[in-house]
């Protein structure tokens, strides 16, 4: 066991660098902040926690980061103080979002140099043209191109940086990428245009070169802020749904800690509608659980003392004392880690579409412009005319909008993706998407609520209903919920009963003046069981049980999602880990014809291999740990915000609503990213076959390559933002 | 023309000026939250925590 206590962990767990003594950093999710008044009263109530010295709130990240002297105050005086305000909050690791923060800040710096370079040489620039038209003293045209020189140098030096050591790993690693060619031209571009100046020759494409540097930029800094808004989005959803654990010490005290940083070894407490915050053995109790995120079963499972639970888990009908097991042990999330982890490495091969169009695009020009070098030679003009021309040939197919052309799409697609409440968390998952031709779906927590409902059936009387609901209201487990549902919804309302007795396991009673009234499980009722294991039994004295039955409630447009998907042209299938004739009715219900029940995560990704070795292409949407692996596997998927955080992870996209709607969305979307993607190679094409020739035959001056390169930039640039300019639906 | 050996150069130094405050705002945080920056300005009593440009 380790020697800390919980108290220690809370601010270690939640701060970034604690030297003993010094103050301490965290940084909350907030969930419900919205305007400037949240701003606020996030802000206020974080201060007037005793010890918290200075609270910062963004309104943008939906955080606030606050300095606090760990000796004074924890995370969990915070959150509560915050829970109090009206905010749900949740501790959030400060490691990925300062490194997130420095990425970005490192690309934005390189932005604003290479843009100040860009404009002062460009200025300098067409003084220059213009002189060449009129009559420009030569002597201060080359003092202008000294300038041009001075400026353009450490810029290239400095905003090329993120360029170069891309280019350099891939060639270490024998490939190619965009940045290939990208780094080639501006390097040669400033050789050139320095070797001209020196010479006082008038090739001198400074101008070029930078504002290239300056467009390119612009494109990976937007590239940049997507990837970490969308991290950023999707690790608060999982910091706030991972929540607090209650962990017992030795000594019996009662302590709030994040559930990430629970040990093997804690001692829980979960208490009736709380998720188990880890995988663990049931210490004490008897108790029942829903394990439907888990193993996709709706129905509730019981659990006694030295049985598995696991985590995600919600326990339903009674406090359970849990000891955390060792995570490195065969836990059934360490299993499902293993498969995952498989399952992605088969998935790191995927090429984006800018790196495959780099394949073709980068040996072309390469060739293009050695067949210019040769040319040239062999039709007799000096080497160094030979070389400027082929030199002229490799700025002018600098691939420009090419490299503008993939993300300029993709910001614009996941920008509109966001606004409709969709999460795009793998920047390579737009392209993904759009190829697919089969949708494979999970049942429960997908295709359903994963509540159960109660079915209606005439034989239940309001009088019976409103009795049993007047007893289950004592109860937080699913089905006596889904009773109190049904009859406020048929009665208008449920009266709680008095002096109702719940015995885990078996249900709930009360003592009348005359006999009992009780409510639960067959057994409990005294009755023959009907068979099935989804029903409660109602029973008062000698009068006839009644009974309830409960099936879990399909999402309200599932139906018309697979329909439309349907006529789209796709596959459907249904996966599913639940019994076959639940698996059966569900898949009649929504229209899927190919269905398969009783699955293990291992059985999944097994079919989703052979599905893969037929050439299918397949989107997975699921939601339970069980699913996680095959969320991995599948060429592209996706996860409702309810998911299991290990299946959060593995998926590409997250939407958040009780619709599955967003499914359609994310891949009309996604198609239409796509086909701009390829109007946009199309435009660069075009600009290519008009200009190489006249690269090829000597006769690109500096303003026309600063001009076709702008144009051109500029062009695939405002196609791309047409994507997001498009209203809803 | 000599007045361009002089102008260039103050014109390039106006606009490092310009650079170097986008940098000094970039390191002090400023464009950490655009979307609350802009409700802060509509508050009427100064935060006593407003800590911008101390770290």
Not at chain 1, 212 to 236: K, S
Request: charged share 20%; aromatic share 6%.
């Amino acid at each position: 066991m380790t020697a800390h206590t919980a108290a220690d962990r809370l601010t270690q767990t939640a701060k970034g660098v604690s030297p003993a003594g010094a103050a301490a950093t965290l940084t909350l999710a907030i969930e419900n902040m919205h305007c400037g008044g949240c701003l606020r009263s996030v802000e206020r109530a974080a201060l007037k926690v005793p010890g918290v010295r200075t609270a910062r709130a963004s309104l943008a990240a939906k955080r606030v980061s606050m300095v606090y002297d760990p000796d004074r105050a924890g995370a969990g005086d915070v959150i509560d103080a915050l829970q109090a305000a009206g905010f749900a909050a949740a501790a959030i690791e400060a490691g990925k979002q300062s490194r997130d923060d420095a990425r970005q800040n490192y690309l934005l710096r390189r932005v604003a140099v290479a843009g100040f370079a860009a404009m002062n040489i460009m200025l300098i620039s067409i003084a220059v043209w213009s002189g060449e038209a009129s009559d420009m003293d030569p002597a201060l045209a080359s003092a202008f191109r000294w300038v041009s020189a001075l400026i353009a140098l450490p810029t290239v030096a400095y905003a090329g940086q993120p360029f170069f050591s891309s280019a350099l790993g891939a060639l270490k690693g024998r490939r190619l990428n965009m940045d290939v060619p990208i780094s080639l031209a501006i390097l040669l571009a400033t050789g050139m245009s320095l070797y001209q100046t020196l010479r006082g020759g008038q090739q001198v494409y400074f101008d070029a070169a930078v504002s290239l540097l300056f467009f390119l930029l612009v494109g990976r800094f937007l590239d940049e802020t997507l990837r970490v808004r969308a991290r950023g989005e999707a690790q608060n959803l999982l910091s706030l749904q991972s929540g607090m654990a209650t962990v017992i010490e030795p000594g019996g005290a009662q302590l709030q800690v994040p559930a990430h940083a629970l040990r093997p070894g804690d001692r829980l407490l979960v208490s009736t509608g709380e998720r188990i915050g880890a995988d663990g053995v049931v210490l004490e109790g008897t108790g029942q659980v829903d394990q439907s995120l888990i193993t996709g079963e709706t129905a509730p499972l019981t659990v006694s003392s030295g049985q598995e639970v696991y985590a995600g888990s919600l326990n339903l009908t009674r406090p359970l004392r849990i000891e955390v097991r060792a995570a490195d042990s065969a836990t059934l999330l360490a299993e499902i880690s293993r498969l995952m982890l498989a399952a992605e490495q088969g998935k790191a091969r995927y090429r984006r579409l800018a790196d495959r169009a780099a394949a073709i695009y980068a040996p072309a020009v390469h060739g293009l412009g050695l067949a210019t070098f040769l040319g040239w030679l062999l039709v007799g003009a000096s080497w160094q005319t030979a070389v400027t021309y082929a030199i002229a040939v490799l700025i002018i197919t600098c691939p420009c909008a090419l490299a503008l052309a993939v993300p300029a799409v993709q910001i614009a697609a996941a920008s509109r993706l966001f606004r409709r409440r969709i999460i795009v968390k793998a920047a390579d998952g737009i392209e993904r998407i759009a190829e697919t031709d089969m949708v494979v779906f999970d049942k429960t927590g997908t295709l359903t609520v994963g509540r159960p409902q109660l079915i209606e059936d005439e034989r239940i009387s309001d009088d019976a209903l409103t009795a049993a609901a007047g007893l289950a209201c004592a109860s937080k487990h699913p089905y006596a919920r889904a009773i109190v549902a049904a009859a406020e919804q048929r009665l208008g309302r449920a009266v709680p009963a008095s002096g109702p007795e719940e015995v885990p396991g078996c249900g709930l009673k009360r003592t009348l003046k005359q006999g009992e009234e009780r409510i639960g499980s067959a057994e409990w009722c005294g009755v023959e069981s009907g068979g099935e294991e989804s029903e409660v039994w109602y029973r008062r004295d000698s009068q006839a049980p009644v009974r309830f039955r409960f099936d879990d409630r399909v999402r309200s447009d599932a139906g018309d999602v697979v329909a439309a998907l349907r006529s789209r042209g796709y596959r459907l299938a249904l996966l599913s880990g639940d019994r076959i004739a639940v698996v059966e009715r569900i898949a009649r219900e929504v229209g899927i014809e190919t269905w398969r029940a009783e699955l293990k995560p291992t059985d999944k990704i097994a079919w989703l291999d052979q599905r893969a070795a037929e050439g299918r292409k397949v989107l997975m949407i699921g939601d339970g740990l069980n699913d996680a692996p095959a969320l991995a596997a599948a060429h592209a998927s996706m996860s409702p915000a309810s998911a299991a955080d290990i299946s959060q992870r593995a998926a590409d996209f997250i939407f958040q609503g009780e619709k599955l709607a967003p499914i359609v969305d994310a891949i009309s979307t996604a198609k239409q990213a796509r086909s701009m993607a390829l109007q946009n190679f199309v435009v660069a094409l075009v600009y290519n076959v008009i200009c190489v020739p006249l690269a090829m035959a000597g006769m690109v001056t500096p303003l026309i390559a600063a001009i076709a390169m702008s144009t051109s930039s500029i062009l695939v640039t405002a196609n791309a933002a047409r994507l997001a300019g498009r209203g809803s639906p | 023309m000599t007045a361009l050996a002089w102008l260039v150069p103050v014109a390039l130094l106006l606009g490092a000026l310009g650079l170097a405050a986008f940098m000094w705002a970039l390191r002090s945080g400023q464009f950490e939250d655009l979307e609350g920056a802009a409700y802060r300005a509509l508050e009427d009593d100064p935060l006593e925590d407003d800590d911008i440009g101390k770290e």
